[in-house]
């Protein structure tokens, strides 16, 4: 399911209406820990599509892992996690638009460590 079709089919909207979406701790944790950067294929700075969250070998062992829920992943935590995994494109949207930096130099310790 598409970002856009959880935009559609949860909050019954059409394109022209306003759509309200409640940005979770969830998201949040898992925004601090997505693998961001320079995506050579495309030119442009962005999330990696492969390994969002991790390398565990798929995005929901990662979901999991960051959200301690355990390493079994049943079919319906993994329909769970699939779901908050789509709902991250209008998190990352909201989070985007109104999130509060304090310009400042930052440092990152190692590769992948994320900056503080």
Not at 33 to 46: E, F, H, K, N, P
Request: aromatic share 14%; proline share 3%; net charge negative.
């Amino acid at each position: 399911m598409a970002a856009s079709e959880i935009y559609l089919e949860d909050y019954g909207a059409d394109r022209q209406k306003t759509i309200d979406f409640t940005l979770r701790p969830e998201h949040i944790r898992l925004f601090r820990r997505m693998w961001a950067g320079w995506l050579d294929y495309a030119g442009v700075a962005g999330i990696n599509s492969k390994y969002p969250y991790g390398d565990l070998g798929y995005y929901q062992a990662d979901m999991a892992e960051i959200l301690g829920m355990g390493s079994e992943i049943s079919d319906e935590l993994h329909n769970q996690l699939e779901y908050l995994h789509q709902e991250t494109q209008p998190a990352l949207q909201v989070f985007v638009r109104y999130v509060e930096l304090s310009p400042g130099r930052y440092a990152q310790q190692e590769q992948g460590s994320g900056w503080c």
